[in-house]
């Protein structure tokens, strides 16, 4: 049986961890989901116009992620509310469409094909987000 002192003590232990925030490093894959893997393929086929617009889309996709990671990372790193978590559900599909150049909307899908063949080559960011995320240790 525990004395008195010992109960305040453990009390008291316990009040001080709920009060104080506890910082969590989430790893590398916690910007990915697991399950339900078609959210984002139902949202780019209801915005595009066809295959090749869809892929555009996808690559977009990419970008606005990278983006979202390292602007999480720097509100982690400046002590500001931040959420590493699965991007599903959560990404303003609104901002990644308005990525897309204007001009591509009205392209016939022959034309687009070179277009996201050039945007599979480019760098999406990705890899730099992590890469801050990881120096400001927001992710290990």
């Known amino acids: 049986m525990l004395t008195i ?54 690559e977009y996709r990419d970008r606005w992620d990278a983006q979202h990671m390292r602007a999480q990372c720097e509100a982690f790193a400046k002590g500001q509310p931040y959420e590493i978590a699965c991007l599903n559900d959560r990404r303003n599909w609104d901002e990644i469409e308005a990525m897309v150049p204007e001009e591509f909307w009205e392209l016939p899908r022959s034309a687009v094909r070179p277009i996201y063949l050039a945007l599979q080559e480019e760098d999406s960011g990705a890899s730099a987000a992590l890469a801050y995320c990881r120096d ?5």
Do not use: F, Y
């Open 5 to 58: 002192r010992k109960q305040l003590s453990a009390i008291t232990m316990a009040t001080s961890l709920i009060a104080s925030p506890v910082i969590t490093i989430a790893a590398e894959n916690a910007w990915h989901c697991d399950g339900a893997t078609n959210i984002d393929d139902d949202e780019i086929r209801a915005r595009a116009p066809n295959r090749a617009m869809m892929r555009v889309l996808q």
């Open 136 to 140: 400001v240790g927001a992710i290990e």
